[in-house]
């Protein structure tokens, strides 16, 4: 008798059930959030790789990866030019110098200039040509290769659309939790004994 049939993934009316680590999942919402995290992860991965490819050769020469582009694509829907506050407050991130490590290799690449270089503080960026350019050709490969396959799954619009408005809500329970831990961290070194 094998003992490796104990592995193998379990069956619930004909659905493979996810395997999950049991450290994290000890009932069934649990199981349910870190198969959910697990997919979060992996198409997080799997947009930022996706999004560095779309830059095709001129990005590979640059070294620009997918958080790259997302900040480039960011900077390309602006009204205005943005600032790397801006930048952070739009896409929920707190790494700013990773935001200005990508902004400096979209400088380098001269896909973006500073418009308002007056002092760091103040700096804003803006689109060039040569990034209005790649982005044209960046929309038709994202179109040919990801959002015409979309476009033929039954409801997918719909599916999307309530997909964003979960992940909205998850980010709020996630940021929440973030904040608490903040404030349970600050308390306890307040509340801590000081050895004299």
């Given at each position: 008798?094998?003992?490796?049939?104990?592995?193998?993934?379990?069956?619930?009316?004909?659905?493979?059930?996810?395997?999950?680590?049991?450290?994290?999942?000890?009932?069934?919402?649990?199981?349910?959030?870190?198969?959910?995290?697990?997919?979060?992860?992996?198409?997080?991965?799997?947009?930022?790789?996706?999004?560095?490819?779309?830059?095709?050769?001129?990005?590979?020469?640059?070294?620009?990866?997918?958080?790259?582009?997302?900040?480039l694509q960011q900077i390309m829907a602006a009204s205005r030019p943005l600032s790397v506050a801006d930048i952070a407050r739009f896409a929920n991130r707190d790494d700013i110098a990773n935001i200005q490590y990508s902004l400096k290799k979209l400088l380098r690449a001269k896909l973006i200039a500073k418009s308002n270089p007056s002092s760091a503080r103040e700096t804003t960026y803006a689109a060039t040509e040569l990034a209005r350019q790649l982005t044209r050709n960046f929309v038709v490969l994202r179109r040919a290769l990801f959002t015409n396959s979309v476009?033929?799954?039954?409801?997918?619009?719909?599916?999307?659309?309530?997909?964003?408005?979960?992940?909205?809500?998850?980010?709020?329970?996630?940021?929440?939790?973030?904040?608490?831990?903040?404030?349970?961290?600050?308390?306890?070194?307040?509340?801590?004994?000081?050895n004299a």
């Open positions: 008798m094998s003992t490796n049939s104990a592995k193998r993934p379990r069956e619930k009316d004909g659905v493979l059930l996810a395997k999950v680590p049991r450290h994290l999942a000890s009932s069934p919402e649990e199981f349910s959030v870190t198969q959910f995290e697990q997919g979060l992860l992996c198409a997080a991965e799997a947009f930022y790789r996706f999004y560095g490819a779309l830059l095709g050769r001129d990005g590979r020469r640059h070294k620009l990866a997918g958080q790259d582009n997302v900040i476009a033929e799954v039954v409801d997918f619009h719909e599916q999307l659309a309530s997909g964003a408005k979960l992940l909205n809500t998850i980010t709020s329970l996630y940021d929440q939790g973030t904040r608490v831990l903040a404030c349970v961290e600050q308390t306890a070194e307040v509340d801590a004994p000081r």
